[in-house]
């Protein structure tokens, strides 16, 4: 079959992927104007919370569950640049750090030797009981199926993490704010409210606590992608409150162009490099992966 002409049906053919032309970098001012576009974005999912109200005629009241904070950076963005896999070149890539071919070949090693020395110098990165984890994040890399990863572990750990319980019991005291201001209950400019406040004055639930730089956490989650806080039960006794909280929260197993860059410090690491090199080298072209977390949390108050 002649590929040019008559390109088959099938979305991985190895010829007709050589004739697709390369998807073209975006600008600084692209990337900033595409962000500012995120970030309307974000405010317009809460908006729509807004609508529904009106136009069920429930604008004095919302009623759970109801979506209560929404990051930035949407759910399942595999338009991010680190999920991107197989799209460089050695030229390319030996661009973005001098660092790259100066103390090893990389390129052209067996890409199955490449991760075993991935796994190796990670568990050098974990040596608390998180160290299977990212031995399994690794491998799941490897498989190349590029499908979301979940661990019972990891969204323990997330669950459990003094980051997470700060971050929701500021969503709880925004709610007895609302609560005491509007009469017992939580009115649709009440969701604005919180957001707002959230976006402004909050830290998003991440593993970035000093032992975590050791115990395998950092590596595994270095920085949540997206989050997404749902209010799904609320109850109301006097002046007293509980509710559930329900996490989704997404990070990308996956490394950007900065990343390995000489504006980050992990350029010189190995270990990074051959991360870098396994995802992005066209010859390789390893998927990189969403990492997903959700889990139920309870908060409860007065107002």
């Not at 640049?81 to 090693?109: A, V």
Request: with cysteine.
């Amino acid at each position: 079959m002649n590929h040019e002409k008559t390109p088959c049906p099938s979305p991985t053919c190895p010829i007709c992927s050589r004739l697709k032309p390369e998807p073209r970098k975006l600008s600084l001012k692209e990337r900033i104007i595409k962000q500012r576009e995120e970030n309307l974005k974000a405010s317009d999912r809460v908006w729509e919370h807004v609508k529904k109200c009106l136009i069920n005629g429930d604008f004095d009241f919302i009623h759970p569950p109801v979506q209560i904070f929404h990051t930035r950076r949407k759910m399942d963005d595999y338009n991010a640049d680190d999920l991107n896999s197989g799209d460089m070149k050695q030229s390319e890539i030996k661009k973005l750090s001098p660092f790259f071919g100066l103390f090893d070949n990389s390129f052209n090693r067996d890409p199955d030797s490449l991760f075993d020395d991935f796994r190796d110098r990670a568990r050098g990165f974990a040596q608390g009981s998180y160290q299977d984890v990212i031995v399994d994040l690794i491998t799941h890399m490897q498989n190349n199926s590029g499908s979301k990863y979940e661990s019972n572990k990891l969204t323990s750990a997330m669950k459990n993490h003094e980051s997470t319980r700060e971050f929701s019991h500021d969503i709880s005291k925004l709610i007895s704010k609302e609560l005491k201001g509007n009469a017992g209950k939580l009115t649709a400019t009440s969701l604005i409210r919180i957001q707002s406040n959230i976006m402004k004055n909050s830290s998003l639930p991440k593993f970035s606590a000093i032992a975590d730089m050791f115990n395998g956490l950092a590596l595994s989650i270095h920085d949540v992608y997206a989050v997404k806080v749902v209010l799904s039960e609320l109850t109301i006794e006097g002046k007293k409150f509980s509710g559930v909280l329900e996490y989704q929260v997404q990070d990308h197993f996956g490394l950007d162009q900065p990343d390995v860059g000489l504006s980050k410090p992990f350029h010189p690491i190995a270990m990074f490099r051959d991360w870098f090199i396994l995802q992005r080298y066209n010859k390789f072209g390893y998927k990189p992966f969403i990492t997903e977390m959700n889990f139920a949390y309870p908060i409860e108050g007065t107002f």
